[in-house]
C-alpha cells in the first residue's frame, strides 16, 4: 500500500479547517442570538435564553480553539515513513479496515481509497503500541493486536 504522506498530511490540515470554519459560523450565529435590547423591556424568559445561548456559543469557541490546537500538532508532526510507532506514523492493525495516523485527534476520513482515523500519540492505544514494529503483537484492554503495517 503506497500512502503519499504530504497528500494525506494536507488533507488532515484541510478537514480541521472546515471543522473550524463551521465552528466560526455556529459560534456567530449562537452569538448573535445573545444580544438583548436594553431599551426595551427584558423578560426572565430573554435572560435565560441569553444565558443558554452564550453558553452555546462558548462551546463553538472551544471547538474553534481545540481544531487550530490540532492543525498546530499536525503542522509540526514529521510525516515521513517510519518503521517504528511514533509521531508521524501510519499503523494498520490486523483485522482493521482503517488505518490510524498519529498526530492528532481526528474523525475517521477518505484519503486515496484508504480510510484513516487521526489519533493523538497520548492516546492509550498508541502509548501500548509505542516503538514497535510491523509483526509486533501487543495487548490493549485485554485483547492480543499484531501490527500489520507501518508507513
Known amino acids: 500500500m503506497a500512502i503519499n504522506k504530504l497528500v494525506l498530511k494536507n488533507k488532515m490540515l484541510e478537514l480541521e479547517a472546515e471543522v473550524i470554519a463551521t465552528a466560526e459560523q455556529s459560534y456567530q450565529m449562537w452569538l448573535n442570538e445573545v444580544r438583548i435590547d436594553r431599551d426595551m423591556t427584558v423578560e426572565e424568559d430573554d435572560l435565560a435564553q441569553s444565558a443558554t445561548n452564550t453558553n452555546i456559543a462558548e462551546q463553538y469557541e472551544h471547538q474553534v480553539h481545540d481544531h487550530q490546537h490540532h492543525i498546530d500538532l499536525i503542522e509540526a508532526t514529521p510525516f515521513?515513513?517510519?518503521?517504528?510507532?511514533?509521531?508521524?506514523?501510519?499503523?494498520?492493525l490486523e483485522g482493521s479496515e482503517r488505518c490510524l495516523i498519529i498526530a492528532a485527534p481526528t474523525a475517521a476520513f477518505e484519503c486515496e481509497g484508504i480510510t484513516f482515523l487521526g489519533v493523538s500519540p497520548h492516546a492509550p492505544i498508541i502509548l501500548a503500541m509505542a516503538g514497535l514494529e510491523q509483526g509486533d503483537s501487543f495487548d490493549f484492554q485485554g485483547r492480543e493486536h499484531t501490527i500489520a503495517l507501518i508507513a
Do not use: C, L, S, T
Open 80 to 92: 515521513e515513513p517510519r518503521d517504528v510507532v511514533e509521531p508521524g506514523a501510519i499503523v494498520k
